[in-house]
């Protein structure tokens, strides 16, 4: 029996300049396309199975990274494929159902092999439920709009990233299409009005889950520390059982400098074009705001990061 989802929806007047009408979702202030609306139910009841491995982040927490660590910890004798294919061919990314205008190139023509009367919408949620094999699914939607029983069913990875260096990476991205400034998309950021919504009502979501087995936390902050330490905790996790001559594999496959050169990394749809990484250094908004509006967020995140555990980590 399909599950209604419990939430609101207000349209909002402004028009984004990248996914243009926006609906809010309430509760928690999640902003997103207009087109969600059409596929929130059927995501909120998306059929998991329990081989599958999930991918849900904020935006630009270090998604691209570990999503390719984790197909390559799934994959680890096929990793020339990354070559060749990009991460939407290799993960089923179901929020592109509401965030492209159209599928995705060769996505239609899949479904269409598959499943010749396929209907022309809701592609990526079609060719997953028509998948045979493991799937890896990702989605920047935070756990109160994905279906409830997911935990119970299969295993989800989570990232989290210092939210001053989120923004920082938000804006180093948004830059190549939009004409926004770092102030101001400081204060988008801090007042939770940006794409995909409020930083911390996504964290919380996922931080308030964390002692549930299927469900396990990565630090961008930690991967750069120590990502053998990280790809270990994360072979455990998933139980792919690699060795350690495997996991150094995995770590020189999934350095920034070899994923920043793969040619599957890059942008070239309209006016995004090329990579998808700046730099991907930890502390990359350090000096980059006004003094005062610096310290504002500071307290904005002490502030925020109080009321998700006392102990948080982006506490200091």
């Given at each position: 029996m399909e599950k209604e989802i419990p939430v609101t929806f207000e349209e909002k007047a402004e028009v984004n300049p990248r996914v243009g009408k926006t609906v809010l979702v309430k509760p928690g202030d999640t902003i997103l396309p207009i087109k969600y609306k059409s596929y929130a139910k059927a995501i909120y009841n998306f059929e998991y199975k329990g081989d599958d491995v999930c991918l849900f982040t904020y935006p630009k927490s270090g998604t691209t990274w570990v999503a390719e660590i984790i197909w390559a910890m799934t994959h680890i004798d096929e990793l020339q494929r990354a070559l060749t294919e990009n991460l939407s061919q290799r993960y089923f990314f179901i929020d592109n159902d509401f965030v492209q205008e159209l599928p995705m190139e060769g996505h239609i023509e899949k479904l269409k092999a598959k499943c010749p009367g396929a209907k022309e919408d809701g592609v990526i949620m079609q060719l997953a439920a028509?998948?045979?094999?493991?799937?890896?699914?990702?989605?920047?939607?935070?756990?109160?709009?994905?279906?409830?029983?997911?935990?119970?069913?299969?295993?989800?990875?989570?990232?989290?990233?210092?939210?001053?260096?989120?923004?920082?990476?938000?804006?180093?991205?948004?830059?190549?299409?939009?004409?926004?400034?770092l102030p101001n998309m400081a204060w988008t950021f801090m007042t939770g009005n940006p794409i995909y919504g409020n930083y911390w009502h996504h964290v919380s979501e996922a931080w308030k889950r964390r002692n549930h087995p299927n469900l396990h936390i990565m630090f961008y902050e930690d991967m750069k520390v120590d990502i053998m330490a990280e790809l270990k905790k994360l072979n455990e996790f998933l139980g792919t059982n690699l060795n350690e001559e495997q996991l150094k594999e995995v770590a020189k496959h999934t350095s920034f400098d070899n994923m920043r050169q793969n040619p599957t990394m890059t942008m070239t749809s309209g006016r995004l074009q090329g990579s998808f990484f700046h730099k991907g250094e930890v502390g990359s908004s350090k000096g980059q705001l006004p003094p005062e509006l610096d310290a504002q967020m500071d307290a904005w995140i002490k502030e925020n990061a109080l009321k998700v555990d006392p102990a948080f980590k982006y506490l200091s």
């Open positions: 028509l998948e045979k094999g493991r799937r890896l699914i990702w989605s920047h939607l935070p756990f109160d709009l994905q279906n409830p029983d997911i935990l119970d069913k299969c295993k989800v990875v989570s990232v989290m990233r210092h939210p001053k260096d989120n923004m920082f990476s938000r804006y180093m991205f948004f830059k190549k299409f939009v004409d926004i400034g």
